[in-house]
């Protein structure tokens, strides 16, 4: 539909002048959001498009169904003016038309007339209570003649007086259209948003009620106005519960409950809050659960000759599993034993293995990762060695600490 077509009824049109006008880009002072992704600009039905619907056989049909509808009202009125007063017997039924039907004309055509004015005066902002109040009551006389004028025939009265509703509503419907696109080619009125359908009002309707504010404003398509949409209210949630610990942990640095509140409202709680996030080591918490989420080692690994030659050398176990290397030779001896007997039967389930030597399985797999890796070849405890790795004789036979030797400072 064009923002103001072509009114048929010049009489009619309450049109502002200033609202028919070419309505070719200008530059306004109005907020630029409606330009935010060019690719976008033609998204919305723009009226001054060559290619946009036009409209005009809709408006047509609208003029006729109005006056078809009308001219059933000022019929039926005319007919109870003319059965109805108690005219003298010689006074012939044309005279009794000719003097009813302007009366008539005028009760429905009042309605028109101040419901066009009080549509005028709605385009330039205006409430227009008073015009729109004179139109509702001169067409409910005009209805109220119909129906009570043919009360003895219901059909009539049924006919004649939804005519005049229905002549009244189309007039509305019309008249408020023409007066929105009035308004939206003039830029008082935003265009028109991308339609969600009803399924997606029911499974989501706050955020298809932001969506519909994002598109309007921003000229979004209906899937950029919703993914939009989800992700603002996801920050916008996230951003509450966060500024609500933050809120406690500050009131739990103060023992007084007054400098507590103080200093909650001293501070700009949602910008510590974008600041915290703005901060957050994203990759940092994402190694850290990452790593606990690692696969176990094989609870049996399969034999091989290379295992049970001992040849083979796994990779090197978890600090946390060398840490529970024991320190004390008898223990460390007694490791040795076990993976000894590990490597003998390479198919052993972990669970039997654990159960015929009174350990626990967790310990079985500590041994079994510990002893593929070759830590356990050596007769001399882990620690040990480790002790005897950083001491070393010097070129004179003297024992010097790794340490102090590669420090040239010391």
């Known amino acids: 539909m064009p923002p103001i077509a072509a009114h048929p009824h010049p009489d009619l049109d309450t049109t502002p002048a200033r609202l028919t006008e070419s309505t070719q880009p200008t530059v306004s002072s109005a907020p630029a959001a409606t330009a935010v992704h060019p690719e976008s600009e033609s998204r919305s039905a723009d009226p001054t498009d060559p290619g946009a619907p036009t409209g005009h056989a809709v408006q047509r049909a609208a003029w006729i169904f109005y006056f078809i509808a009308a001219l059933g009202s000022a019929i039926g009125q005319i007919w109870v003016g003319v059965d109805a007063p108690p005219w003298p017997p010689h006074i012939a039924w044309w005279w009794r038309t000719a003097l009813v039907t302007p009366f008539a004309v005028v009760i429905d055509l009042g309605g028109v007339v101040s419901s066009a004015f009080a549509d005028y005066r709605q385009r330039l902002g205006e409430t227009a209570y008073g015009w729109r109040a004179l139109s509702a009551g001169s067409v409910t006389l005009a209805v109220s003649i119909n129906i009570l004028g043919h009360r003895p025939v219901a059909y009539l009265s049924a006919v004649f007086g939804g005519m005049g509703v229905f002549a009244y509503t189309v007039w509305l419907l019309h008249s408020a259209a023409r007066r929105r696109d009035a308004l939206r080619a003039a830029g008082k009125l935003p265009g028109t948003a991308p339609v969600y359908g009803l399924r997606q009002w029911a499974r989501e309707p706050a955020v298809t009620n932001l969506a519909r504010t994002l598109a309007l404003a921003h ?23 966060l500024t609500q610990y933050i809120d406690a942990l500050i009131r739990a640095q103060h023992a007084d409950p007054i400098r507590a509140a103080i200093a909650v409202t001293t501070l700009d709680i949602d910008a510590l809050a974008a600041a915290l996030t703005a901060r957050a080591d994203v990759e940092g918490w994402a190694r850290l659960i990452g790593a606990d ?7 049996d690994p399969p034999a091989t000759d290379e295992s049970r030659s001992g040849a083979a050398r796994g990779p090197m176990p978890p600090a946390d599993v060398l840490r529970r290397v024991p320190q004390d030779p008898a223990s460390y001896q007694r490791w040795r034993q076990l993976w000894a007997r590990l490597a003998a039967d390479p198919s052993i389930r972990t669970a039997t293995f654990a159960a015929r030597h009174d350990i626990s399985p967790r310990q079985v797999q500590w041994i079994r990762a510990v002893g593929l890796s070759g830590l356990l070849d050596s007769p001399i405890p882990l620690l040990d060695r480790v002790a005897a790795l950083a001491v070393r004789p010097d070129a004179n036979g003297h024992a010097a600490d790794r340490t102090d030797a590669s420090n040239p400072s010391a």
């Open 219 to 241: 000229n979004y398509t209906r899937q950029e106005s919703l993914d939009l949409a989800r992700q603002q209210l996801d920050h916008e949630r996230r951003r509450a519960s």
């Open 293 to 299: 989420l690692l696969p176990p080692a094989p609870d």
